[in-house]
Each structure stands twice: as structure tokens, then as C-alpha cells.
């Protein structure tokens, strides 16, 4: 693979030629081998399932700089971690994100086998070529519906045709691309059949989603709550399903299409937890790292990363917070009206 180039205020920030290299293992001696990053908590959609319409985000003297979180995922990398998956709330709205993508692209290779992206795709038009020339090979767009009317509704601001412009563009610059799509009693049931069969039509895979009980969101999610096993039972009358072993880093649970030949993945946090092989941990935007989706426990890297710690000092506070990963989440959706499990946001997580 070729050389990529750093911009210069970044690679500075790389020093020290004695960072520790030994493996991340958890109590229950699961590999830690793939990071999610968060880079923003801003989103310019407002969706049902993830944030309340009137956020408020956080201020920007919050948030890492792009050479801290370059910094803390090279660390990260240097540790065994060979998956990196930038999200937000929407990532390709943190101005100079793309110096950051370039910059981690240095690891490809060399430690990193895969860089990717989850996006909503309203910006995915104009920077598909720079993330292919950086060294992503994936991204996942999210798609909840194929009717513009019911995508705005969902979204409450999201432009469908700009979307699918995005995910164009992004195949057009090779990138491969997979949907992911949040399953939603009453909202896109009928959604389902129309949504594979656009998706394997196009070379797609896509994957469900049970929505997740963070954050306010102006509403009752169990309204909408909706559990694979029925969406399964649902595709199953259309398509024949064959069941694989298949997997691509995250927690999603895969089916081959045999009238396809393509993929159908299941993420289910809440009707069947996928916490046994969990092989990943999350940073936010602010540097606070979560070793679980659905626990409060954190580490604060960036007070870390502030204090002056080196490379010795920085590795060592990896070892502290992957000693504390739990065995799982303790997730529930089943009491109406209930407060959400977490309080904060999916967006300010990384999704």
C-alpha cells in the first residue's frame, strides 16, 4: 500500500519510539482489537431514535483536538487495536476531519487493517473521493426508509435524494458500502422487504438495528421498539435466509441471502445482547472512553492527554481502563414511560 502523508502538525505530535506493544485483553479475556471514535456530537439530522430535536451540543473547548484523538488512536493501535470506525453524531461535519482520516490512514498496514466511517451520508457527495484516496475501503450509511416523505419525518430534516446522491458518489469513488437501518414499530415496518431488495439490487448488504434506550429523545421509545426476531420473520417469508458465521469486527449477526447471494445483518442489544465476544471499546468527541455501550463507567483520556503523560504513561492508563471493561450491558425496553437506561446521547457516544 502506498505511503499516505500526514499533514506535518499532526505527525509531530509522534515521538516516542518505545510505546508499549502488548495486546489489549479484557477481564474475561476478550481481545480489545477494534475503537470506535466519535469525532463531533453535531448532526445537522434531528432523527427520532437519537436525539431530541432541540440539542443542545457541546462547546467546542470540550472536545479533543483532531491531533489528541490522533494521538490516542495511534496508542490505541500500537496496543493491538486493528479496527478504527470514526462516527459521531454526523463526522464529516468536524471541520478538518479529513486531515484526521489521512493522518490514521498512516496505519494501514502497518497494525490497521481497516479505517471506516459511519455517516448519514448528507456529506458523503462531496468528500467520497478524499476518504477513498485516505485509505477507507467502507463506510455504513444510515437508511431507515426509501420514502423521501417518511425519511424526513424520521430524520425531521434529513434530504432522502441528497443521501442517496452520497452513497453514489461513494461507489462511484470504490468505496464498499453497507446500510444500516433502525428497525421502528410503526414508522418503517413496511420499510423492511423494499429496503433489502434496494440494497442487494444495488451490491449492498444491510444491516438492522433494535433501537437503543440512550438519551432523552422527546418521545417514548418503546412505542417504537422493535425486535429483530419479528423483522427476521418477516424477511424470512420473502427470502430464504441461510445463517453464517460471517463477521466484520462489529456485533452484528449475519444472514446470506439465497435468492441474493448478499448479506443481512442483525444487531440485537436488547432482545439477545451480543456482549459474550465483545471485542470493542468507544471514544467520545470529548475523550472520555466507554469500555461499554450501556454502562456509565469512563476513563477521561483527554485529562490524560492534557497532563503532559508520554507514550509509557498514556499506554499505561489503556491498561487501566480495558481492566475495568464489564462482562456486558444491562440494557431493558420494556417499561413504558420509563427514563432512557443512559442519559447521554448516542451522538455524543458514537454510534
Excluded at 496508542?75 to 453524531?89: D, E, I, N
Excluded at 437508511?143 to 461513494?170: C, E, M, S, Y
Excluded at 448478499?262 to 468527541?285: A, D, K, Q, W, Y
Aim: glycine share 10%.
Amino acid at each position: 500500500m502506498a505511503a499516505r502523508s500526514v499533514p506535518c502538525h499532526i505527525r509531530a505530535m509522534h515521538g516516542s519510539p518505545h510505546r508499549p506493544t502488548a495486546p489489549l485483553i479484557d477481564p474475561f479475556q476478550r481481545p480489545i482489537t477494534y475503537l470506535r471514535v466519535s469525532v463531533t456530537d453535531r448532526c445537522d439530522f434531528r432523527c427520532q431514535y437519537c436525539m431530541a430535536e432541540a440539542m443542545t451540543f457541546l462547546p467546542k473547548s470540550d472536545l479533543l483536538t483532531l491531533e489528541e484523538m490522533d494521538r490516542l488512536c495511534s496508542a490505541f493501535v500500537a496496543r493491538g487495536v486493528r479496527r478504527l470506525r470514526l462516527t459521531g453524531g454526523e463526522p464529516l461535519l468536524r471541520r478538518g476531519v479529513m486531515g484526521l482520516v489521512r493522518a490514521l490512514g498512516r496505519h494501514l498496514g502497518q497494525g490497521l487493517d481497516e479505517l471506516t466511517l459511519t455517516t448519514n451520508g448528507s456529506q458523503l457527495a462531496r468528500f467520497a473521493d478524499e476518504l477513498a484516496e485516505a485509505g477507507v475501503r467502507r463506510v455504513n450509511v444510515s437508511v431507515d426508509t426509501l420514502d423521501g416523505d417518511a425519511f424526513r419525518a424520521i430524520t425531521r430534516r434529513g434530504d432522502l435524494p441528497v443521501v442517496l446522491d452520497g452513497i453514489r458518489a461513494a461507489r462511484d469513488a470504490g468505496l464498499a458500502v453497507k446500510i444500516n437501518t433502525v428497525a421502528l414499530k410503526g414508522l418503517n415496518e413496511d420499510q423492511i422487504l423494499p429496503l433489502v431488495e434496494w440494497a442487494h439490487g444495488e451490491g449492498m448488504d444491510i444491516t438492522f438495528i433494535e433501537t437503543m434506550p440512550m438519551g432523552d429523545v422527546d418521545g417514548d421509545r418503546t412505542e417504537h421498539y422493535l425486535p429483530l426476531g419479528d423483522v427476521r420473520r418477516l424477511l424470512a417469508r420473502r427470502f430464504t435466509l441461510l445463517d453464517t458465521n460471517e463477521r466484520t469486527g462489529g456485533p452484528a449477526r449475519y444472514a446470506r441471502v439465497e435468492e441474493t447471494g448478499r448479506r443481512i445483518g442483525f444487531i440485537t442489544p436488547l432482545s439477545h445482547n451480543f456482549c459474550e465476544s465483545c471485542n470493542r471499546v468507544r471514544l467520545t468527541c470529548t475523550g472520555t472512553l466507554y469500555m461499554c455501550l450501556g454502562q456509565e463507567d469512563a476513563a477521561d483520556f483527554r485529562a490524560v492527554l492534557r497532563s503532559g503523560a508520554d507514550d509509557v504513561a498514556l499506554s499505561a492508563a489503556i491498561d487501566a481502563a480495558i481492566a475495568r471493561k464489564p462482562k456486558g450491558h444491562d440494557f431493558v425496553i420494556d417499561r413504558k414511560g420509563a427514563p432512557p437506561a443512559l442519559a447521554r446521547h448516542m451522538s455524543t457516544t458514537g454510534g
